[in-house]
Nanobody, 119 residues
Framework: QVQFVESGGGLVHPGGSLRLSCVTSGFAFSTYGMSWYRQAPGKERVLIAAINLGRGGDTKYVDSVKGRFTISRDNTKRVVFLQMDSLQSEDTAVYYC???????????WGPGPQVTVSL
């Protein structure tokens, strides 16, 4: 059974940082690219970052987070991370991970941590 369990969200001031983690199970993690998505209030869920398979996997970001967010992975622990720096109010959303490099492989979604950027 494919599962994604995201954690690390919270409330942070503008300019602050958070690190999200996504622990996975139920599929061959090291053979998949991985992606992070987010869904802001009242909006569709959108893909924001992806990392290809392998320790030195290529990465890709949407323009709005490029230079501020960093995606990484630990194949041994089956975890994908999202380091978020210089957070802005526009980054307020629920964040999710899924398998696939810039594409979604599974219909399953995790609970998704809330990230709120506010004074």
């Amino acid at each position: 059974q494919v599962q994604f369990v995201e954690s690390g969200g919270g409330l942070v001031h503008p300019g602050g940082s958070l690190r999200l983690s996504c622990v996975t199970s139920g599929f061959a993690f090291s053979t998949y690219g991985m992606s992070w998505y987010r869904q802001a209030p009242g909006k569709e869920r959108v893909l924001i970052a992806a990392i290809n398979l392998g320790r030195g996997g290529d990465t890709k970001y949407v323009d709005s987070v490029k230079g501020r967010f960093t995606i990484s992975r630990d194949n041994t622990k089956r975890v994908v991370f999202l380091q978020m720096d210089s957070l802005q109010s526009e980054d307020t959303a629920v964040y999710y991970c899924n398998a696939g490099f810039w594409t979604r492989q599974f219909t399953t979604w995790g609970p998704g941590p809330q990230v709120t950027v506010s004074l």
